[in-house]
């Protein structure tokens, strides 16, 4: 793109952000000559400030948070610090969305209403991104924007992607309660942790319009919940959410990781599932395999359950303590990290174990969804005839 965009207007300034680029920013502009600058952090600032540069007002050298090319350096700027009032922040100009992509039947509108994360999940780099402080908008804040979107454009369908829609219980109570007395007739899908959701603040979710919940489970075994991603978490809280959202008609989506240092392949109960023993008695011990956590999902009894490869990503510990944390990482072509393709290899697992263990993995998984089609189906019935 960045290309594209030179080839038609050469003088143009190629700005770049996210979280990838955040993390590489100096090997991202000595490996791609058409981007000039890359935003590292929270960006809303910092574009206004660049489009202050475009406008010859200011020079690159007074903007916080970016990286830049002068000549043949590559020059890192001070940090930019993050926003503390989100509230201050204008609503996303939605009005410029192209009425060919409305539409073509685009009916899930996302938005977010906090960032930051106090937790330091070892696989996940939001809280070096977005900082690890909790900023949140207010409640009334995010029904405004809600109550703006059902009003101007249409739509009745929201997807929450903060992080933790939950951590601040009461706030997530109060957009509830926000949603239900302007009777917006909305439905709405968010993630959460199991530990920031209750009976009763799952229950006001359901009444609001929320209709299916994430949760990051991520592994089966608690030692490694415990020892390895600091998750802080437990396989019963994660039941017993599960259960609570259920109770509150609510569909739930549970995710898992496999290829953590520690996890060990198990060939014998590899070769006992592609027999299609599953559920029948196996007495072999799988403490600490793969596949305890496979066990362990089932018991957690969501409605969907997805499975992922530990990745890498750049700005992780996992990325950055790669060997002290006992893995190995095999490839930078960062289109093989999508979740799906192994880069990496452990003490106890080589790629190929890692590999053909992900694929009985993800036919189980496919399975264990199929068998629980029926039941999500009669959930999203019942609340349609609510």
Same mark, same amino acid.
């Given at each position: 793109?960045?290309? %594209?965009?030179?080839?038609?207007?050469?003088?143009?300034?190629?700005?770049?952000?996210? /979280?990838? #680029? $955040?993390?590489?920013?100096?090997?991202?502009?000595?490996?791609? /000559?058409?981007?000039?600058?890359?935003?590292?952090?929270?960006?809303?600032?910092?574009? #206004?400030? %660049?489009?202050?540069?475009? @406008?010859?007002?200011?020079?690159?050298?007074?903007?916080?948070?970016?990286?830049?090319?002068?000549?043949?350096?590559?020059?890192?700027?001070?940090?930019?610090?993050?926003?503390?009032?989100?509230? $201050?922040?204008?609503?996303?100009?939605?009005?410029?969305? /192209?009425?060919?992509?409305?539409?073509?039947?685009?009916?899930?509108?996302?938005?977010?209403?906090?960032?930051?994360?106090?937790?330091?999940? #070892?696989?996940?780099?939001?809280?070096?991104?977005?900082? /690890?402080?909790?900023? @949140?908008? $207010?409640?009334?804040?995010?029904?405004?924007?809600?109550?703006?979107?059902?009003?101007?454009?249409?739509?009745?369908?929201?997807?929450?992607?903060?992080? +933790?829609?939950?951590?601040?219980?009461?706030?997530?109570?109060?957009?509830?309660?926000?949603?239900?007395?302007?009777?917006?007739?909305?439905?709405?899908?968010?993630?959460?942790?199991?530990?920031?959701?209750?009976?009763?603040?799952?229950?006001?979710?359901?009444?609001?319009?929320?209709?299916?919940?994430?949760?990051? #489970?991520?592994?089966?075994?608690?030692?490694?919940?415990?020892?390895?991603?600091?998750?802080?978490?437990?396989?019963?809280?994660?039941?017993?959410?599960?259960?609570?959202?259920?109770?509150?008609?609510?569909? +739930?989506?549970?995710?898992?990781?496999?290829?953590?240092?520690?996890?060990?392949?198990?060939? !014998?109960?590899?070769?006992?599932?592609?027999?299609?023993?599953?559920?029948?008695?196996?007495?072999?011990?799988? +403490?600490?395999?793969?596949?305890?956590?496979?066990?362990?999902?089932? !018991?957690?009894?969501?409605?969907?359950?997805?499975?992922?490869?530990?990745?890498?990503?750049?700005?992780?510990?996992?990325?950055?303590?790669?060997?002290?944390?006992?893995?190995?990482?095999?490839?930078?072509?960062?289109?093989?990290?999508?979740?799906?393709?192994?880069?990496? !290899?452990?003490?106890?697992?080589?790629?190929?174990?890692?590999?053909?263990?992900?694929?009985?993995?993800?036919?189980?998984?496919?399975?264990?969804?199929?068998?629980?089609?029926?039941?999500?189906?009669?959930?999203?019935?019942?609340?349609?005839?609510?």
């Amino acid at each position: 793109v960045s290309e %594209l965009a030179k080839k038609i207007v050469p003088g143009a300034m190629t700005v770049i952000g996210g /979280p990838h #680029v $955040s993390f590489t920013a100096g090997r991202t502009l000595r490996e791609t /000559p058409s981007i000039d600058v890359v935003v590292r952090g929270e960006g809303e600032q910092t574009m #206004v400030e %660049l489009a202050r540069v475009v @406008a010859g007002k200011i020079s690159l050298t007074e903007v916080a948070g970016i990286t830049y090319r002068f000549r043949s350096t590559v020059v890192n700027g001070p940090n930019r610090p993050v926003l503390d009032d989100l509230d $201050s922040l204008p609503f996303p100009a939605r009005h410029l969305w /192209p009425e060919k992509y409305i539409q073509r039947g685009m009916r899930e509108v996302p938005i977010i209403t906090s960032r930051g994360c106090p937790f330091a999940c #070892v696989f996940c780099s939001t809280s070096r991104m977005a900082g /690890p402080v909790f900023r @949140a908008r $207010s409640p009334s804040n995010v029904v405004d924007e809600l109550q703006q979107v059902v009003d101007d454009f249409y739509f009745d369908r929201f997807i929450f992607n903060d992080d +933790t829609f939950t951590l601040d219980q009461k706030r997530a109570m109060e957009i509830c309660e926000g949603i239900i007395e302007r009777e917006l007739e909305i439905t709405w899908a968010c993630s959460a942790r199991v530990d920031t959701v209750s009976q009763e603040l799952l229950s006001r979710m359901s009444d609001a319009g929320c209709d299916m919940i994430y949760y990051g #489970v991520e592994s089966g075994n608690q030692q490694i919940l415990d020892k390895f991603i600091g998750k802080q978490i437990t396989i019963e809280q994660a039941r017993k959410a599960v259960e609570w959202a259920h109770d509150a008609g609510i569909v +739930t989506v549970a995710s898992y990781i496999i290829g953590f240092p520690g996890e060990i392949g198990d060939k !014998e109960f590899q070769a006992y599932l592609k027999r299609g023993e599953y559920g029948k008695t196996y007495d072999a011990d799988l +403490t600490g395999t793969i596949f305890e956590s496979l066990i362990r999902a089932r !018991e957690v009894d969501s409605d969907q359950a997805q499975v992922h490869l530990l990745t890498p990503y750049p700005g992780t510990r996992l990325y950055d303590e790669a060997d002290l944390l006992g893995i190995k990482i095999l490839t930078e072509e960062w289109w093989r990290y999508n979740l799906q393709l192994p880069v990496i !290899e452990t003490n106890a697992m080589s790629i190929e174990d890692i590999w053909s263990s992900y694929r009985i993995y993800m036919d189980e998984f496919d399975t264990y969804n199929n068998t629980r089609h029926e039941r999500r189906l009669k959930r999203m019935r019942r609340r349609m005839e609510a």
